[in-house]
């Protein structure tokens, strides 16, 4: 069956950066975009980026340009979330999740992301 | 960009049904939109899309008593025969070019 699993919670200083990884497992992994959607504390869901696993090729929500980098390594299904020069406002949990043309079918177990001094 | 627009909350009985609605922003009326769950403290669950023609296609494993539906620019989302493990927060989404949109969800009360 079809597996996200993302590595464990982050505690970041202001202006740090953070990398959060996700690996996924029982599909083929050239075969689904992954995207990376964040929900901050009582809010809905907000999208931030997608990766095409195949050609590595990116897109990020307006929001988010300049701060977010996505990547992938198609040698150990893993995807990777990048933002950088965080704020208190980047608290929240962070997804992974994966679709095909359509909707989002899979989602990863979270990762939460608290940013404080 | 397309807007999804839903109530903030509902409620209904144990052993009821309820319908809960996500409305498409003007010009985008005929866009397929999906509906996910989550439950308290969990991950978002993949539900159904439902497309501009009303018809709908459910994710592995979600019960008979989920259902969709639509009305112009809106989508919908049926419970029937409601349990207390349906009380969650439910949220619309819909995409365009490859960017995703997500409404502001509603939350569930089984009474």
């Known amino acids: 069956q079809v597996q996200l699993v993302q590595s464990g919670g982050e505690v970041k200083r202001p202006g740090a950066s953070v990398k959060v990884s996700c690996k996924a497992s029982?599909?083929?992994?050239?075969?689904?975009?992954l995207h990376w959607v964040r929900q901050a504390p009582g809010q809905g869901p907000e999208w931030m980026a997608i990766?095409?696993?195949?050609?590595?090729?990116?897109k990020y929500a307006q929001k988010f340009q300049g701060r977010v980098t996505m990547t992938r390594d198609t040698s150990t299904s893993t995807v990777y979330m990048e933002l950088s020069s965080l704020r208190s406002e980047d608290t929240a949990v962070y997804y992974c999740?994966?679709?095909?043309?359509?909707?989002?079918?899979?989602w990863g177990q979270g990762t939460l992301l608290t940013v404080s001094s | 960009q397309p807007v999804l627009t839903q109530s903030s909350s509902a409620s209904a009985s144990l052993g009821s049904s309820v319908k809960l609605t996500c409305t498409l922003s003007s010009g985008h009326s005929s866009y397929v939109i999906a509906w996910h769950q989550q439950q308290p403290a969990k991950a978002p669950r993949f539900l159904m899309e439902?497309?501009?023609?009303?018809?709908?296609n459910k994710g592995s494993g979600v019960p008979d008593r989920f259902s969709g539906s639509r009305s112009g620019a809106d989508r919908y989302l049926t419970i029937s025969n409601l349990q207390f493990e349906d009380e969650a927060d439910y949220y619309c989404?819909?995409?365009?070019?490859?960017?995703?949109?997500f409404g502001e969800g509603t939350k569930l009360t089984v009474l």
């Open positions: 029982g599909y083929t992994f050239t075969s689904n975009y």
């Open positions: 989404e819909t995409w365009d070019s490859n960017t995703r949109v």
């Open positions: 439902v497309e501009g023609s009303g018809s709908y």
């Open positions: 999740a994966i679709s095909g043309d359509t909707s989002i079918a899979y």
């Open positions: 990766i095409n696993p195949t050609t590595g090729n990116t």
